[in-house]
């Protein structure tokens, strides 16, 4: 159970919200922004209902863990804490101010968020967790089709590999 608890946890945070979904790893240093690029940033963000978003994601990943591992839900407090420590919108907003800032230009900024304020945009935003989810569901369920394939590639190139020593 520990092991999968530690693996879970892994997870969880790998799947981290949608909002991060394609932040670097290791995002570089903040870098000095002018207030209008700041503040271009910032309306993105906002209109995109980025906070919400984060919260939803965070309880979205959580109910799925429970329901798939029903041993996890006695968990579900200490992953919540730790992801509203380390994962909420208060926490990663910055981060994210700077993501979006050395992402886009501020007239860049500004026309996305005119178009999220627009039906077609609000309707983009309310949709987009579901395309996510749908695109990962798809990339799984091809995986987990296809393993067999994969694992055999795998077994083939290690028997035609030499062994190896480890001193």
Known sequence: ???YLLTMAAALMLA???AMAQAPAAPAAAQPISNSLRKAAEEALEVANTEKNIATSID?????QTQQNPNVKAMEPVFREFFNKYMS????????VQLYAREFTEKELKEMT????????????????IL????????????????????QAIAEKMKSQPPTTDN
Not at 132 to 151: F, S, T, V, Y
């Open 1 to 3: 159970m520990k092991n």
């Open 16 to 18: 981290a919200p949608t």
């Open 60 to 64: 979205r990943m959580l109910a799925m």
């Open 89 to 96: 919108w208060a926490v990663i907003k910055e981060d994210l």
């Open 114 to 129: 005119k178009f999220y304020q627009t039906l077609v945009g609000r309707k983009a935003l309310e949709k987009m967790p």
């Open 132 to 151: 996510m989810q749908g695109g990962m569901e798809i990339g799984q369920r091809r995986m987990q089709e296809h393993m067999p394939e994969l694992q």
